[in-house]
């Protein structure tokens, strides 16, 4: 697979919304000076405390503008690096930083190309959260380079959208255009902006489906093991929005936890 071929587009696509995407958080960006401010749910930082993050080394892919690789650092993480296809993400994620006065490093990196930027580096804690692994043509040579970046029983916390959330309609309806299965990528035109929902112009972009077997096999087959599986009935996403407040509850996200085997 040309993998390039997506990833390039998707990064166009990104750099473009970014700047909206930092409009849309002016208002709120002072509050990461207040001691207790932080982007991280509830979910995610119950688990990341139930692996002690605290003076841990994190590795974040697709880190977009930085904001949880911060959180996590004013929460005492130890070495913070985070990594994104996006420059002006990463711009944005400096200058967070810089006004802060903290020491997290971030990359320009597209993610299959990691070894590139993280060299022979090693993590205690590889995270990967919402509106990432959509956009990755290929999951295995992914989970095969955060697996070399890992300490032994290191781990890796993926914080992303249900799979089955997909096939879910707001008329509680199964979608008859969305498939669990499709491998193919989906073009679409139209901008990312899913915080603001602004419409523009935006570059073609392309994402994929997962289904847990994708996930759950790319872990074994990368020296990893399946540590814990939570799934919850909350939206992470800000597409599902309306689904979360129905009185029944559907699984919209998950946290997956994996560990690596030791040596």
Avoid at 40 to 69: H, P, R, W
């Amino acid at each position: 697979m040309d993998y390039k071929k997506y990833t390039e587009a998707n990064r166009i696509a990104w750099d473009e919304v970014n700047p909206i995407h930092q409009d849309f958080k002016k208002d709120y960006k002072s509050k990461f000076a207040l001691d207790h401010f932080s982007t991280l749910d509830e979910n995610l930082t119950e688990v990341l405390n139930k692996i002690t993050f605290q003076n841990k080394s994190i590795l974040q892919v697709c880190c977009n503008d930085g904001e949880e690789l911060i959180s996590l650092k004013k929460r005492n993480a130890g070495k913070c690096v985070g990594i994104d296809i996006s420059a002006e993400a990463i711009n944005s994620a400096r200058l967070l930083n810089d006004q802060l006065g903290l020491d997290c490093i971030f990359h320009v990196s597209d993610v299959y190309e990691m070894d590139e930027v993280v060299k022979n580096e090693e993590f205690d804690i590889v995270l990967v959260t919402v509106g990432a692994l959509a956009w990755l043509p290929s999951l295995n040579p992914i989970i095969e380079k955060i697996s070399k970046t890992l300490v032994p029983e290191g781990f890796l916390v993926i914080q992303e959208q249900h799979p089955f959330s997909w096939l879910i309609e707001e008329d509680l309806k199964l979608s008859e255009n969305e498939n669990y299965f499709r491998k193919e990528p989906l073009k679409e035109e139209g901008g990312l902006d899913y915080l603001g929902k602004t419409e523009y112009e935006g570059s073609a972009n392309y994402s994929f489906n997962y289904t847990f077997s994708d996930l759950f096999n790319a872990i074994a087959d990368n020296g990893l093991c399946l540590y814990k599986l939570f799934e919850y009935a909350n939206d992470i996403s800000n597409t599902k929005e309306d689904l979360e407040q129905k009185e029944l509850s559907y699984p919209l996200s998950y946290i997956c936890i994996a560990k690596k085997h030791k040596s």
